[in-house]
């Protein structure tokens, strides 16, 4: 499985490594939302999906690591909450069910397959579904704040347009933050925020 080494490795720290609060974007952007059926693509430790539940959300996540899975799933059992959770890449993910709700959160993909998951993702949304999308801006590539470094890992506003030209994309803007997401997403930093829903 692609990366899955690389990943379980960064996840081997016994303290989540990203935090155990939420996103904030993808805090706020749910809280607008019906509750439903939510998916999180490249859920690492569990912040999201964790929160999602509590709020009453049917989530389902996956990621490429076991170890991230594990520190989850103890983290889900330690809080009472249930979150189907799947080890497995983004391409290979696959679901009978469509969902209200998806929750892409510093999912950054190569250039060569982000249309092909896009697609996917866009595929897998329920007519009036929204994605919530929070990425690293190209510009954050000189920053110490968190994110790859390869060039080739990002996309730009115009590029998620094209991207997403399936959605009706409501939200996408670049900020500038300040990230407190546990030990590897702290400090300055240039993000992407989007919000689009399927017709």
Do not use: C
């Not at 539940?53 to 170890?67: H, N, P």
């Not at 290979?92 to 697609?119: E, M, R, T």
Request: glycine residues 6%; negative net charge; aromatic residues 8%.
């Amino acid at each position: 499985m692609s990366g899955q080494n690389e990943w379980n490795e960064r996840y081997a720290d016994q303290h989540l490594v990203y935090g155990y609060q939420p996103n904030k974007y993808l805090k706020q952007e749910l809280a607008k939302l019906e509750l439903g059926a939510l998916l999180l693509p490249g859920e690492g430790e569990g912040r999201n999906a964790l929160w999602a539940a509590k709020q009453g959300w049917e989530v389902t996540a996956f990621d490429a690591s076991d170890v991230a899975q594990a520190k989850a799933n103890k983290l889900f059992a330690q809080n009472n909450v249930w979150v189907q959770y799947h080890v497995t890449d983004i391409l290979h993910f696959a679901s009978n069910h469509q969902f209200d709700a998806i929750g892409l959160v510093y999912v950054h993909l190569q250039k060569d397959i982000q249309q092909q998951v896009a697609n996917k993702l866009t595929s897998m949304l329920k007519p009036k579904g929204v994605l919530i999308l929070e990425m690293f801006h190209p510009e954050q590539i000189p920053l110490t704040s968190g994110g790859p470094k390869n060039p080739a890992m990002f996309a730009d506003i115009s590029e998620l347009k094209d991207l997403y030209k399936n959605l009706t994309i409501e939200e996408l803007r670049k900020e500038e933050i300040e990230l407190n997401e546990g030990l590897l997403h702290r400090g300055k930093a240039i993000v992407i925020r989007m919000r689009a829903a399927k017709p």
